[in-house]
Each structure stands twice: as structure tokens, then as C-alpha cells.
């Protein structure tokens, strides 16, 4: 039995299983249930631009960026617009 301070993640979000299974883009649902959120709160966050991770609006529709996705799962450092302060290059 694993113990409960384990870091290895497993099931369907895990990065492994993502890796595996998502293209270079996944649903806002998808991407949503690998944070824990709901479908709504999701599709809300993303609207408002404060979706964890890199978020393509398609026409109606949004799709998420499996790369961002994964680093943001990975390092648990948000990607959103604005999230990582003062931009590396200041003029």
C-alpha cells in the first residue's frame, strides 16, 4: 500500500498517463479535472485568464496546451497571463 505522503502521481491525470493518452492539446474539462476543479469553474477561470496553464481559444471553443499542462503539474507553478510577475527582459 502506498503511503499518503507519496509524490508519485498516479491514475488518469497523472503526467505519465497524459503523456501517454492527450495530443498537444487537451479539453478545458480534461485539463480541469487534472487540477481538481469542476468543469464549470474551469471553463470560468479560463475565461477570465486565470486557468493554470496556456489556454487556446478556438473559435467557440477553448483547448488547453498538454505541454503547459504538464509543466504546470510537474513544477505546481501557474502559467497563466500575469502569474509569473515582471517580465525576464525589462526596457
Known amino acids: 500500500m502506498p503511503s499518503q505522503g507519496s509524490e508519485t502521481h498516479h491514475g488518469p491525470f ?3 498517463h497524459i503523456r501517454a493518452t492527450l495530443s498537444g492539446t487537451a479539453s478545458v474539462e ?3 479535472q487534472a487540477f ?4 464549470s ?3 470560468d477561470l479560463g475565461r477570465r485568464g486565470e ?3 496556456r489556454v ?3 473559435g467557440r471553443t477553448a483547448r488547453v496546451v ?6 504546470v503539474l510537474e513544477s505546481g ?5 500575469g502569474a509569473s510577475g515582471a517580465s525576464p527582459n525589462p526596457s
Open 77 to 81: 507553478k501557474p502559467e497563466y497571463n
Open 56 to 58: 487556446l481559444p478556438i
Open 30 to 32: 480534461d485539463a480541469a
Open 41 to 43: 469553474k474551469g471553463y
Open 36 to 39: 481538481g476543479l469542476s468543469r
Open 51 to 53: 486557468f493554470p496553464c
Open 14 to 16: 497523472s503526467p505519465e
Open 66 to 71: 498538454t505541454a503547459s499542462l504538464l509543466r
